[in-house]
């Protein structure tokens, strides 16, 4: 039986769209600013900032360099933890001005509060950061819904495409893999999933659906139909 729920964000519970069309831009026209304001007076920035430099072979005092690194980053769409770490520095200050909203969509809104509210127990693994996380359901177009998860994962437990990744969540969580469900728009995460013994939901929100033996859902309610059989 189900009794645990892992999703995936970007493509999952919200629109591909809202990171690359809103979220993205809003954390490179933003970031410049916030690392110069902050590199010396904020321990964190500082922190995050010594990473970029030594990934990346930038001297640690040329903030302005540093800076051109991240917005490759950014361009780049690169994984790496120090930029998502400064990004969600720069997003946490626009959801407080209320210059940003995260986005979800309205089916994943409604399932996510009926399969708390039924006891299951719901969890976040993103790419991006778990500050990041906890801003886009925190402040979303849908209202706070950090109440109904029990705790985020990004990819400080391991990158998404990797078994392992979901053998460690399976570890922190304490519970049998069979009993968690894992939702993502990402075949590969899917399969990684399901390698540490993970059931999963495929969810295709637009296009033709995939010829597979694996469980596709259009939206939520499709995903909900699944856990009734099981």
Excluded: C
């Amino acid at each position: 039986m189900i009794r645990v729920i892992l999703t995936d964000i970007e493509g999952t519970t919200s629109s591909i769209s809202f990171v690359h069309e809103v979220l993205f831009p809003y954390a490179s026209e933003h970031l410049p600013a916030f690392v110069r304001a902050h590199h010396h007076t904020t321990p964190a920035v500082a922190e995050q900032l010594a990473i970029v430099a030594q990934k990346s072979g930038v001297d640690s005092k040329d903030v302005e360099a540093l800076i051109e690194v991240l917005q490759g980053w950014i361009s780049e769409d690169r994984k790496e933890g120090s930029l998502k770490a400064l990004q969600g520095m720069v997003w946490e200050q626009g959801y407080h001005s209320g210059e940003l909203k995260g986005d979800i969509y309205p089916d994943a809104a409604d399932y996510l509060q009926r399969w708390h509210d039924r006891g299951l127990r719901l969890f976040v693994y993103s790419s991006g950061s778990v500050k990041a996380q906890k801003l886009i359901f925190g402040h979303s177009n849908e209202g706070d819904f950090t109440p109904f998860f029990s705790g985020y994962f990004d990819t400080g437990v391991g990158g998404k495409k990797e078994a392992q990744s979901y053998r460690n969540i399976l570890d922190e969580l304490g519970v049998e893999p069979g009993s968690v469900l894992f939702l993502s728009d990402v075949e590969a995460e899917l399969e990684a999933a399901e390698q540490a013994g993970m059931k999963t939901a495929w969810l295709v929100r637009e296009g033709e659906l995939p010829d597979t033996g694996r469980f596709v859902a259009r939206d939520f309610a499709e995903v909900d139909a699944l856990l009734r059989k099981r």
